[in-house]
C-alpha cells in the first residue's frame, strides 16, 4: 500500500495526539487500494498512487484550529472544512458531517457535525469513495467499497436515485470514474445515471465542462459514454441523432455515434483532440443525402458540425482557445491534405506544428474508425507525417517569424502601413509554395522589383 505522505501524517498525528479521531478519506484511500490490487494482478498500466489526500476528523472545525494554531486556514468553516499548511503543501481536513436536504440538486442546505465516522461515510456518493483510512493502515469500509473495487463494480452508496437527486453531478462523476478507472457501473447504479439525467440541467455548465474533460480522456471514455448517450443528452441534445444513424456507406462499418466513440478511443488522451474525435461527425445526420443507388453521403459535414460543436461548447463554457481549436480540428478533420512538401508547408502555415500533428492524429483516429477495408489509408497519413518530420528537421519555413526578413527590411525599401504586412505575407507564401527560397537577398529583390 502507498505511504501516506509526510504532511499527512504530520496531521493525522496531531489530531490524534489531541484526542480526536481522524482518518485518510475518500478518492485519495480508494486510488490507493486500486493501485495496489492492479499491481497484484499484473496490470501493465496500474492506477498511479494519488497525489491529494484528504483528511476527516471528529474534532470540530475550530477544534482543528486549535491544534494547528497559525498553520490553520478556515477555507469553508460552514462545511467544516480547514485547511492546514504543511511543507509538503496544503492539507484539507474536514469534520465528520452529516447533510441537510438538496433544494437546488447540488448543495445541501445545512450541514450537522456529527461525531461518527460511519454516518460520516454513508453521506458519500459511491462505495468506493466511502472508505477512510487510518494512520495505522486500518481500512474502515462499512459499504463494501474495497469488495467493489475487487469486482470492478462502481455502486451508490444507498438508493442511486436518492444520491443523484441530492447531487445531480454525481451522475457524471460517476460516467467519469468509469471512464478513468474502468469500474463497471452496477445495473441499479447505471439505470438511476438514466433516470435522473434531467437534473444535470440544473447543474452550472463549467462544473459539467470540468467533469466531461475528465470523462473524455480517461481511458475507458469509449465505455463510458457508449453506457450513456441519454446522460449526454441531457446538456448535449445535439449528440441523439448520431445514436443508431446508419450511414449507408461501404466506407463505414458503425452508425454515427459508434464511429465517433469509435475515434476517440483511438486517439491520444489530449482534451482538445478526444473533444473533436468525439464531436466531428455530429453534423453528419442533418447532412445526410441518399443517391440513385441508395448509398449515403454527407456533403457539407464538416462545416454543420463545426457550427453544432460551436454552440455546445459555447453553451458549457468551454475557455475559447480551446473550443477554437476544436472547431479547427472539425473543419480539418475531412480537408485533404496533399503528401507533398508544399501541400505539408501549406497545412504547416495556416495551423502551426502542433495543430497539424493533432490534426493528422484525428484523420488517422476517424480512419480506424471505418470499415477495416480502408485502414489502407493509414499509409497516406503515414506519409504526410513523414513529410512533415523532414521539413521540420530541414526548419523549412512557415511562419512569418522564419522569414529571411522582417518588417523593418521592408520598411527600408520605402515601404509602409499596411502594405508591409501584405507584403510579407505574399513573401511567405511565394516560400512556402516554393516560388522563391527563404534568402534575404533573394526576398528582397522579389519585393524591390513587384
Known amino acids: 500500500m502507498a505511504a501516506i505522505p509526510e504532511g ?8 490524534e495526539a489531541a484526542g480526536h479521531e481522524a482518518w485518510c478519506v475518500g478518492g485519495c484511500v480508494r486510488d490507493t487500494l486500486l493501485a495496489d490490487l492492479r499491481m497484484l494482478n499484473g496490470a501493465r498500466s496500474p492506477v498511479l498512487p494519488p497525489e491529494d489526500w484528504d483528511v476527516t476528523t471528529s474534532a470540530l472545525p475550530e477544534e482543528t484550529m486549535a491544534v494547528f494554531g ?8 460552514k462545511h467544516g472544512t480547514v485547511t492546514v499548511r504543511t511543507a509538503e503543501g496544503g492539507v484539507e481536513i474536514t469534520t465528520y458531517r452529516l447533510d441537510g436536504a438538496y433544494r437546488d440538486h447540488r448543495h445541501p442546505e445545512s450541514v450537522t457535525f456529527t461525531r461518527s465516522l460511519e454516518e460520516d461515510l454513508a453521506r458519500r456518493d459511491f462505495t468506493v469513495n466511502a472508505m477512510a483510512l487510518s494512520l495505522r493502515g486500518e481500512l474502515r469500509d462499512p459499504f463494501g467499497g474495497r469488495a467493489d473495487l475487487e469486482e470492478g463494480w462502481l455502486r451508490c452508496v444507498g438508493d442511486p436515485d436518492r444520491r443523484f437527486q441530492e447531487d445531480a453531478l454525481r451522475i457524471l462523476r460517476g460516467m467519469r470514474f468509469s471512464a478513468v478507472l474502468g469500474l463497471d457501473e452496477e445495473d441499479e447504479t447505471e439505470r438511476a445515471m438514466d433516470r435522473n439525467r434531467e437534473l444535470l440541467r440544473e447543474i452550472a455548465p463549467e462544473r459539467i465542462w470540468t467533469e466531461l474533460v475528465k470523462l473524455l480522456c480517461g481511458r475507458y471514455a469509449k465505455e463510458a459514454l457508449d453506457n450513456h448517450p441519454l446522460v449526454i443528452s441531457a446538456f448535449w441534445p445535439e449528440v441523439l441523432p448520431m445514436v443508431g444513424f446508419d450511414q449507408r456507406n461501404i466506407h463505414h462499418c458503425c452508425d ?47 462545416k454543420a458540425s463545426v457550427d453544432l460543436a460551436e454552440g455546445m461548447l459555447r453553451r458549457l463554457r468551454a475557455p ?31 495551423l502551426g506544428e502542433e495543430e497539424l500533428r493533432l490534426l493528422l492524429a484525428l484523420k488517422r483516429a476517424d480512419n480506424l474508425a471505418q470499415a477495416f477495408a480502408y485502414h489502407g489509408r493509414q499509409l497516406e497519413i503515414d506519409r504526410g507525417e513523414a513529410i512533415l518530420d523532414r521539413l521540420l528537421a530541414e526548419d523549412a519555413c512557415f511562419s512569418l517569424k522564419q522569414l529571411a526578413v522582417n518588417g523593418n527590411d521592408l520598411t527600408a525599401l ?37
Open 8 to 15: 499527512v501524517r504530520e496531521v493525522l498525528e496531531a489530531l
Open 70 to 77: 497559525e498553520r490553520a486556514l478556515p477555507t469553508g468553516l
Open 256 to 302: 454515427v455515434w459508434n464511429h465517433s466513440t469509435v475515434a476517440l478511443a483511438n486517439t491520444p488522451p489530449i482534451p482538445e483532440l478526444r473533444c473533436a474525435a468525439f464531436l466531428h461527425d455530429i453534423g453528419k445526420p442533418s447532412t445526410f443525402t441518399l443517391d440513385e443507388s441508395g448509398v449515403g453521403h454527407f456533403y457539407g459535414h464538416a
Open 320 to 350: 475559447s482557445e480551446f473550443r477554437k481549436r476544436v472547431l479547427r480540428l472539425i473543419a480539418w478533420h475531412d480537408r485533404d491534405i496533399p503528401r507533398t512538401d508544399k501541400g505539408v508547408r501549406r497545412a504547416l502555415r495556416l
Open 414 to 450: 520605402g515601404l509602409r502601413g499596411p502594405a508591409v504586412g501584405r507584403a510579407l505575407e505574399t513573401l511567405l507564401s511565394k516560400v512556402v509554395d516554393g516560388e522563391l527560397p527563404n534568402q534575404r537577398a533573394a526576398l528582397l529583390e522579389f519585393v524591390t522589383e513587384s
